[in-house]
């Protein structure tokens, strides 16, 4: 293990609340050990500001193994930073050189309004999972799990689609502020089992729907989303979630006739 | 205080079923009429909180990120147990309990093991319904593997995302009554005290952490599904937001909190890089299927580069000590051994605080044997995670690994119903100590969680309700809602005012860990424990007068809830202590270095074959001990030997 200290310059966004209009901060960074990660140097910085009686920096973190998707910000202009498929708590130092000058800044878009400093509220994410981006089956009303196969091709690309750890960095990236990826990551899964087919339809139309009313922008096909995603969550199912709303929205209009409403 | 556990009698396969044929129940139309309060989003809390809204309660859940879908249950990686004998390989619910039981080290109530072992078939079908994507066979049906030395295939998995897709299916069906209405969510809020009136749970206090108001919440029943206090050892494999707080207030209430010190130490981890490290990552135990364990055998070659050293100086002390098991010895004696030789000065890796402690997991004669291509087919995700932390390239150089802590089975002890001390007042998940005993068999602790959460607490809330039938209403200006919203008060206040404001809450929470890794860790001797019972409360007090938390308590203020957490885990390592001291006998993880016959832990059933639960008494130096004895009419209580 060769071991390296690093000297930094960080240009840090502090904001107090969702209304102050915040600026950015610099703070140097001494002596930072390139083993360390990402937040762990935040940390030596939070701890020496505690100790200084002044506010340490806000940041949203959990688990810090690249799961939960609790951290996030922008690291000189990319959504978690340099090292692709990192979240920022597994971005280590030895990603950056002696003298570097990083500017760290929250997430930005309408549809996340900060919080403080570098938390952001994501909770519009929340709303449209709860749109629609379930299967309808009280617990207990299941039936015996192998009754229905599903090909082995089928359940990996579910898979493929259900990595989404939910962090927002494919918002943060989109020029738009577009949360397409995301939601169409989840559309994508319930449509590739067969659990998920009753209420396909349905749950494209309101997902989308309730994605559109959290104030996100639209999808022009830039493709920064995918590049920032630190789970490699595909493009393709944009298009395919494209694809199932025009099928929903072609039958739409019957079904809504049927159900007197 | 009395601990009845109201468990059912009769033939044990029957008791599930029999107890719900007699137990109370909530008419539908009535079920509105009652407010119930879930403190937890993981898999015990999400499941039930969801479960409980798809019944008709009101359910309030409360969880501190800022997200449901973010609790700890999301990190887990490697699987879920379930009796389903997919396999055809001998599997039912019977041997699943057995080797619960067998694996607890005859430390666990069998009516409830037995009912865990049970659900899991349950747990499986409505994960699948809720669009889990499992890994499938070619045949479209679900894949099983063997995990943790189980002599049967019974683990399903989702990749090694196997927490996060279940937390998801709960998320989702928990974001489906939020929808409906059923249940109210509360994301980064924090239960800081419960309400109890009458003797009865009655609702929490919470604080609003980005507004840093108090409220309080009244309901007819409180379920804490806080997950685990594995961050009393400040470094561990739990997110840096796990807790005790809500289980340790709750226990300063009058929740009996059982086998305190019963804490599973796992022994593939990325050891400690630096004394800044913040948090430890485990790796998956199936690592060592294939690497072969070793250390330097002279202490002069501890910091040579390990291809440098030759075969004969390198000591591959599990493959030599147990020549049956090999490296594939159990959790607890892997782990144990990898401390014995960092004690002797065989560790390697960086110095941390003037010690090596790590000890090498090589691949290189199984990529020797297999190729590097079956190995990257295998560990791939792993090797990338372990190159991204530490910067090596584990196909060309060994691993290094050392233990960290990991879960804990202790917890707010609780009777068949998973009802507290406290009427009304119910514990799941990892927050209980329920089913596991001495320690937790890999891949069980989902299968707890889910199990609490889906079916057992939606069912066993309803007889309690049942019973009680309405509670009178309680005011918000109750004297005791007030007094507990004053309590809260004055803490915040403390908190913030500490007389010679020094130091950072890291920074005695770092101290606390390093006194309860070192004397109450791994190996515990009845000195180290007494040492710590005398330097916990020093450096508590020490806490008290020189905490430092800047800002204040009107604002999203992380130091703040740091603090508060920190405050919570002096009191639990201070019992912890006393209970492993209490505890004169070796158990499952809990190894006394006093109680060992050949090298291996010693139990002592004629003394402890019972449930330690620990009462409040107002002094953290001095809790009350009562037993719960353990009685084993379907497994024979025997000892193991890994020889
Ligand atoms: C790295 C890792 C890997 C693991 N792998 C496996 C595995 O492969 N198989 C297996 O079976 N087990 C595994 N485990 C164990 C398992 O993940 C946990 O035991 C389990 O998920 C705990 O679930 P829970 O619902 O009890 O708690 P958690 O998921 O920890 O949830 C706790 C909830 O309580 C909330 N909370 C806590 N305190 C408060 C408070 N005061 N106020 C408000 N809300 C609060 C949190 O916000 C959170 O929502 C693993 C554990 C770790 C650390
Ligand atoms: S802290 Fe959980 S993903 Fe980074």
């Known amino acids: 293990m060769s071991d390296q200290l690093l000297n930094l310059t960080l240009h840090v966004w502090r904001q107090d609340g969702p209304t102050d209009n915040g600026h950015f901060e610099t703070y140097q960074a001494k002596d930072i050990t390139t083993h360390m990660s990402f937040l762990e140097m935040l940390d030596v910085i939070n701890e020496d500001l505690i100790e200084d009686g002044k506010t340490p920096i806000a940041f949203d973190h959990d688990c810090r193994e690249g799961i939960c998707g609790a951290c996030g910000m922008v690291i000189n202009g990319r959504p978690h930073g340099p090292q692709r498929l990192t979240t920022t708590c597994q971005l280590h130092m030895r990603q950056f050189s002696d003298g570097d000058e990083l500017w760290i800044e929250p997430w930005r878009a309408s549809g996340f309004p900060i919080v403080r400093d570098l938390c952001v509220d994501r909770s519009a994410f929340d709303r449209i999972i709860q749109a629609g981006g379930y299967v309808s089956v009280n617990t207990g009303a299941a039936r015996e799990a192998n009754e229905i196969p599903v090909g082995k091709l089928d359940a990996d690309l579910a898979m493929d689609a259900a990595a989404c750890i939910g962090c927002g960095a494919c918002v943060a990236a989109c020029p738009n502020a577009s949360a397409v990826l995301f939601t169409s990551a989840k559309i994508g899964q319930l449509a590739m089992l067969p659990h998920g087919q009753p209420e396909r339809q349905d749950r494209v139309r309101k997902m989308v729907a309730q994605m559109d009313a959290e104030g996100f922008g639209s999808c022009t096909n830039h493709e920064e989303c995918e590049a920032a995603c630190p789970k490699g969550i595909s493009v393709n199912w944009i298009g395919k979630m494209n694809r199932e709303l025009i099928a929903a929205m072609a039958t739409a209009k019957d079904e809504v006739e049927v159900r007197g409403k | 205080m009395e601990l009845r556990s109201n468990e059912p009698s009769g033939p044990i396969e029957q008791?599930?079923?029999?107890?719900?044929?007699?137990?109370?129940?909530?008419?539908?139309?009535?079920?509105?009429?009652?407010?119930?309060?879930?403190?937890?989003?993981?898999?015990?809390?999400?499941?039930?909180?969801?479960?409980?809204?798809?019944?008709?309660?009101?359910?309030?859940?409360?969880?501190?990120?800022?997200?449901?879908?973010?609790?700890?249950?999301?990190?887990?990686?490697?699987?879920?147990?379930?009796?389903?004998?997919?396999?055809?390989?001998?599997?039912?619910?019977?041997?699943?309990?057995?080797?619960?039981?067998?694996?607890?080290?005859?430390?666990?109530?069998?009516?409830?093991?037995?009912?865990?072992?049970?659900?899991?078939?349950?747990?499986?079908?409505?994960?699948?319904?809720?669009?889990?994507?499992?890994?499938?066979?070619?045949?479209?049906?679900?894949?099983?593997?063997?995990?943790?030395?189980?002599?049967?295939?019974?683990?399903?998995?989702?990749?090694?995302?196997?927490?996060?897709?279940?937390?998801?299916?709960?998320?989702?069906?928990?974001?489906?009554?939020?929808?409906?209405?059923?249940?109210?969510?509360?994301?980064?809020?924090?239960?800081?005290?419960?309400?109890?009136?009458?003797?009865?749970?009655?609702?929490?206090?919470?604080?609003?952490?980005?507004?840093?108001?108090?409220?309080?919440?009244?309901?007819?029943?409180?379920?804490?599904?806080?997950?685990?206090?594995?961050?009393?050892?400040?470094?561990?494999?739990?997110?840096?937001?796990?807790?005790?707080?809500?289980?340790?207030?709750?226990?300063?209430?009058?929740?009996?909190?059982?086998?305190?010190?019963?804490?599973?130490?796992?022994?593939?981890?990325?050891?400690?890089?630096?004394?800044?490290?913040?948090?430890?990552?485990?790796?998956?135990?199936?690592?060592?299927?294939?690497?072969?364990?070793?250390?330097?055998?002279?202490?002069?070659?501890?910091?040579?580069?390990?291809?440098?050293?030759?075969?004969?100086?390198?000591?591959?002390?599990?493959?030599?000590?147990?020549?049956?098991?090999?490296?594939?010895?159990?959790?607890?004696?892997?782990?144990?051994?990898?401390?014995?030789?960092?004690?002797?000065?065989?560790?390697?890796?960086?110095?941390?605080?003037?010690?090596?402690?790590?000890?090498?997991?090589?691949?290189?004669?199984?990529?020797?044997?297999?190729?590097?291509?079956?190995?990257?087919?295998?560990?791939?995700?792993?090797?990338?995670?372990?190159?991204?932390?530490?910067?090596?390239?584990?196909?060309?150089?060994?691993?290094?690994?050392?233990?960290?802590?990991?879960?804990?089975?202790?917890?707010?002890?609780?009777?068949?119903?998973?009802?507290?001390?406290?009427?009304?007042?119910?514990a799941g998940g990892e927050a209980n100590f329920s089913d596991h005993g001495a320690n937790r068999l890999g891949a069980s602790a989902l299968m707890q969680g889910l199990a609490d959460g889906y079916f057992v607490l939606p069912f066993t809330i309803g007889n309690y309700l049942g019973t009680v039938r309405k509670l009178p209403p309680l005011a918000d200006d109750h004297p005791d809602v007030k007094r507990a919203v004053a309590a809260v008060e004055a803490r915040v206040d403390k908190l913030l005012n500490a007389p010679d404001p020094k130091h950072a809450p890291e920074y005695f929470h770092r101290k606390l860990g390093g006194i309860i890794w070192h004397k109450c860790g791994m190996a515990r001797t009845r000195e180290g424990l007494q040492e710590a019972i005398e330097e916990i409360p020093k450096l508590r007090e020490q806490f008290w007068r020189e905490v430092k938390v800047t800002g204040s308590g009107e604002e999203l203020n992380q130091t703040l809830e740091r603090a508060g957490r920190v405050a919570d885990f002096f009191e639990l390592g201070q019992l912890m202590c006393i209970d492993a001291l209490n505890r004169e006998e070796s158990c499952g993880c809990h190894f006394r270095e006093e109680y060992q016959r050949d090298g291996e832990a010693a139990r002592d059933d004629e003394h402890f074959q019972h449930v330690s639960a620990w009462e409040w008494s107002g002094d953290p130096e001095a809790p009350t001990l009562h037993k719960e004895p353990l009685e084993f009419e379907y497994v024979k209580p025997s000892t193991r030997n890994y020889k």
């Open chain 2, 15 to 426: 008791r599930w079923t029999e107890h719900k044929a007699h137990s109370k129940l909530v008419a539908p139309n009535n079920r509105r009429a009652y407010n119930l309060i879930v403190i937890g989003s993981g898999l015990a809390g999400g499941a039930a909180a969801a479960s409980l809204g798809e019944l008709g309660y009101r359910v309030k859940c409360f969880c501190f990120q800022d997200s449901p879908r973010r609790a700890h249950s999301i990190a887990a990686q490697g699987g879920i147990n379930a009796a389903k004998n997919y396999k055809n390989d001998g599997d039912s619910v019977f041997r699943l309990f057995y080797d619960t039981i067998k694996g607890g080290d005859f430390r666990s109530r069998e009516s409830n093991t037995w009912r865990l072992a049970e659900l899991s078939v349950n747990i499986i079908d409505q994960a699948v319904a809720q669009g889990v994507p499992f890994a499938r066979e070619y045949g479209g049906l679900l894949a099983n593997r063997s995990f943790g030395g189980a002599q049967v295939s019974r683990t399903f998995y989702a990749r090694g995302q196997t927490g996060q897709q279940l937390l998801l299916g709960a998320y989702q069906a928990l974001s489906r009554q939020i929808e409906a209405g059923s249940v109210t969510m509360f994301p980064r809020t924090e239960m800081l005290e419960l309400i109890v009136h009458d003797g009865a749970a009655r609702g929490i206090v919470t604080r609003d952490l980005i507004t840093g108001k108090l409220d309080t919440h009244i309901a007819d029943a409180v379920i804490l599904c806080s997950g685990g206090y594995g961050n009393v050892f400040y470094l561990s494999t739990n997110a840096k937001g796990s807790n005790c707080t809500a289980i340790w207030r709750a226990h300063r209430q009058g929740a009996a909190f059982a086998n305190p010190c019963y804490t599973q130490i796992h022994p593939t981890c990325i050891p400690q890089a630096g004394t800044y490290q913040s948090k430890l990552t485990l790796m998956s135990e199936s690592l060592r299927n294939d690497g072969r364990v070793w250390v330097p055998r002279k202490k002069e070659d501890v910091d040579k580069r390990p291809e440098d050293i030759p075969a004969k100086d390198r000591y591959y002390y599990l493959e030599e000590r147990y020549p049956a098991f090999g490296n594939l010895v159990p959790r607890d004696v892997a782990s144990r051994n990898a401390l014995y030789v960092c004690n002797d000065g065989l560790g390697v890796g960086p110095e941390v605080d003037g010690q090596r402690r790590g000890v090498y997991l090589d691949f290189k004669d199984a990529i020797q044997r297999l190729g590097e291509d079956v190995i990257r087919d295998r560990y791939g995700n792993l090797f990338e995670m372990y190159e991204r932390i530490t910067g090596e390239n584990p196909y060309k150089t060994p691993m290094r690994i050392y233990p960290a802590t990991h879960y804990t089975m202790g917890g707010l002890w609780v009777d068949y119903n998973l009802q507290t001390t406290i009427p009304g007042l119910f």
